[in-house]
């Protein structure tokens, strides 16, 4: 991963390799940046998939002998990421496989929540579940939450009854993405239970 600065949200271990701007000479579209992540990585740069959401990082990337993914930051500028060997309109639209990694896992546990965001005309939307069973209204009451995101591409439906299969699947996902110890740690967290203890 290439960043000058990375949140502190628990992503940081996942990466093998993270390389500042300010660890080299010259900034992209120099390739510098990316024969530097090979080095580390100690990976021949024809062998590396470079993900990318600006035309200079495109063309380091390109420079650098490696594969190229964007995922344009520009709005209705795709036509302008056309040296990249795919261009998709968000992340969610990414299959490793097809570059010969593994797979995404079907669920991912996120540390944050993640906003509705807009790339390229593409929207991605939250559909937000509360899987606690309220036995009175809540309303206008002070709800404390862990929340749990599950990713996954956006879908067409041939029928209502295979959407609502669908979003009951999601909710099963989440709820078991709530055992994980990135969550269930939080049974007990005292801000919490006296949320829990008021309703």
């Known amino acids: 991963m290439l960043c000058p600065s990375f949140p502190s949200i628990g992503w940081k271990e996942s990466f093998s390799v993270i390389i500042g701007g300010d660890e080299v000479t010259a900034g992209k579209p120099s390739p510098e940046i990316f024969f530097e992540a090979a080095k580390r990585l100690n990976i021949d740069p024809p062998k590396c998939l470079v993900i990318e959401d600006s035309i200079p990082g495109v063309t380091a990337g390109k420079a650098a002998g490696m594969e190229v993914v964007a995922v344009p930051s520009l ?85 209502l009854e295979t959407l609502i299969e669908k979003i009951h699947e999601d909710r099963r996902i989440a709820e078991t993405a709530l055992e994980l110890p990135l969550y269930s740690k939080y049974r007990e967290d005292p801000y919490l239970k006296s949320s829990l203890n008021q309703i």
Not at 107 to 133: G, M, R, T, V
């Open 75 to 159: 709005p209705k500028q795709s036509h302008l990421y056309t040296s990249a060997d795919e261009v998709i309109n968000s992340l969610l639209d990414l299959r490793p496989e097809k570059w010969g990694l593994p797979p995404f896992e079907d669920c991912k546990a996120l540390s944050q929540f993640l906003p509705n965001y807009s790339k390229a005309d593409s929207i991605a939307p939250i559909e937000p579940w509360l899987l606690h069973d309220f036995d009175d209204d809540f309303y206008g009451e002070d709800l404390r939450l862990a929340i749990v995101g599950y990713i996954r591409p956006e879908a067409n439906f041939p029928s």
